[in-house]
Antibody
Framework: EVQLLESGGGLVQPGGSLRLSCAASGFTFRTYAMTWVRQAAGKGLEWVSSISGSGISTYYRDFVKGRFTISRDNSKNILYLQMNSLRAEDTAVYYC??????????????WGQGTLVTVSS | EIVMTQSPVTLSVSPGERATLSCRASQSVSSDLAWYQQKPGQAPRLLIYGASTRATGVPARFSGSGSGTEFTLTISSLQSEDFAVYYC??????????FGGGTKVEIK
């Protein structure tokens, strides 16, 4: 069974840092691009960042460029999101999700259960 | 950036009735359109990709149609477990991947 399990969320002060992890199982991790999507309470879905299967190519939404870094460890089947200079508006549930094997396969399936990040003093 | 707009925001439907949800793209996305279902407290679940292909395990009462800028998700006969929020997402021109604002299907 394909599974994604996020961890690392929590309460952090504005300007602080947090690293999210997403442990993958049930598929050949290195052959799939991966994505982080976030959802503020009561709001819609917002794409944050994606990374190719090899880890060579990374993509970011403008509002996190220079603050967040996506990476992956294909030997451990783990996806990461390093979040620095956090702001109150970054408060959300963060989901990891699997993209397709090819760039044209841009749908997200499956999704992890999400991890809550709260930025507050 | 391609902007995705969903309508209506809320759809009130009785169990057993048909529900029709709309999604519009600000420019053509060909058939590179996915639909997701999200229930309270849960992660989104892929329903449809390629505008009309059902994901594995998705019941046949869910169907997707459209291409270009206009898309529709139809639930032929609503079951109790179908009351949820539905999102469309384009992947024709990314980054960024962009989602619609969602349609909440509620019990009438």
């Amino acid at each position: 069974e394909v599974q994604l399990l996020e961890s690392g969320g929590g309460l952090v002060q504005p300007g602080g840092s947090l690293r999210l992890s997403c442990a993958a199982s049930g598929f050949t991790f290195r052959t799939y691009a991966m994505t982080w999507v976030r959802q503020a309470a009561g709001k819609g879905l917002e794409w944050v960042s994606s990374i190719s299967g090899s880890g060579i190519s990374t993509y970011y939404r403008d509002f996190v460029k220079g603050r967040f870094t996506i990476s992956r460890d294909n030997s451990k089947n783990i996806l990461y999101l390093q979040m620095n200079s956090l702001r109150a508006e970054d408060t959300a549930v963060y989901y990891c999700a699997r993209l397709g094997r090819r760039p044209t396969e841009g749908w997200l399936d499956p999704w992890g259960q999400g991890t809550l990040v709260t930025v507050s003093s | 950036e391609i902007v995705m707009t969903q309508s209506p925001v809320t759809l009130s439907v009785s169990p057993g009735e048909r529900a029709t949800l709309s999604c519009r793209a600000s420019q053509s996305v060909s058939s590179d359109l996915a639909w997701y279902q999200q229930k309270p407290g849960q992660a989104p679940r892929l329903l449809i990709y390629g505008a009309s292909t059902r994901a594995t395990g998705v019941p046949a009462r869910f169907s997707g149609s459209g291409s270009g800028t206009e898309f529709t998700l139809t639930i032929s006969s609503l079951q109790s477990e179908d009351f949820a929020v539905y999102y469309c997402q384009q992947y024709n021109n990314w980054p960024p991947l962009t989602f619609g604002g969602g349609t909440k299907v509620e019990i009438k």
